[in-house]
């Protein structure tokens, strides 16, 4: 069946998708185009041919890029969810891709609608906001670095020199710029989450030294209050 007698049963379906927003393609069994609105024609550059049947994957891809695409197209059409799809020349360009099943005659088969969803913008936005946490992390590395060893050398010399609850104060100082520290490296393991380089380290800890340490924390900024802990 030529793609003109295909794109008059489908008619309907062309006028609807071209009143959509999102660029959107429809594909028969052999991944040949059956009809594509305007929005999918202009991302690609695809001008569509009502004469012959037209590969998708030559619209939508490089060569090298197809088998990759084509394994994407048939996981979210068996198994739903989306890809990252960027058209060819234009990798800036970012967006979501779901397929659905239609079928409308059955000559035709089962069809796959492919729908574009433009993530371009939150793709800028999630960049930047990564940019910015690995700033600020590395910006706040450096004086937390510098007060936690002061804090040391006070606490070292506080030892040998002032009373007791001066020792504590001094104590607390170091260990709360210690985490300070530890929470601006954490920082930067959330840039590296999304970045897709980071790798988890996982370590043995006691919990019941933690709560403890975070109860006798609590103690010396709310005085009124006081927390108990049975069992373990």
């Not at 024609?41 to 197809?66: H, L, R």
């Not at 729908?115 to 590395?141: M, N, P, Q, W, Y």
């Amino acid at each position: 069946m030529h793609l003109k007698t295909k794109v008059s049963q489908l008619a309907y379906y062309n006028e609807l998708a071209n009143a959509i927003g999102q660029p959107i393609v429809i594909l028969d069994k052999a991944y040949h185009i059956v009809t594509a609105n305007k929005n999918f024609c202009k991302i690609t550059g695809f001008q569509f041919d009502d004469k012959v049947d037209y590969d998708f994957f030559k619209a939508a891809c490089n060569s090298e890029e197809q088998a990759r695409l084509k394994a994407d197209i048939d996981h979210s059409f068996h198994a739903g969810g989306e890809f990252e799809y960027s058209p060819p020349g234009d990798p800036d360009r970012k967006f979501m891709l779901s397929v659905r099943s239609l079928k409308l005659h059955s000559s035709l088969g089962k069809l796959k609608v492919i729908c574009f969803r433009d993530i371009t913008l939150e793709k800028i936005g999630e960049e930047r906001r990564d940019d910015f946490i690995s700033v600020a992390s590395h910006e706040l590395k450096t004086p937390l670095a510098i007060i936690s060893a002061l804090s040391q050398i006070l606490e070292r010399e506080a030892v040998k020199f002032a009373p007791p609850e001066f020792r504590v104060y001094t104590s607390k100082i170091n260990t709360q710029s210690k985490r300070l520290l530890s929470l601006a490296s954490a920082l930067l393991d959330i840039s590296e989450i999304h970045t897709g380089r980071f790798t988890l380290k996982l370590k043995w800890f006691n919990i019941n030294d933690l709560i403890n340490d975070l109860i006798e924390d609590f103690s010396y900024t709310h005085q009124t209050h006081a927390i108990r802990i049975s069992g373990e």
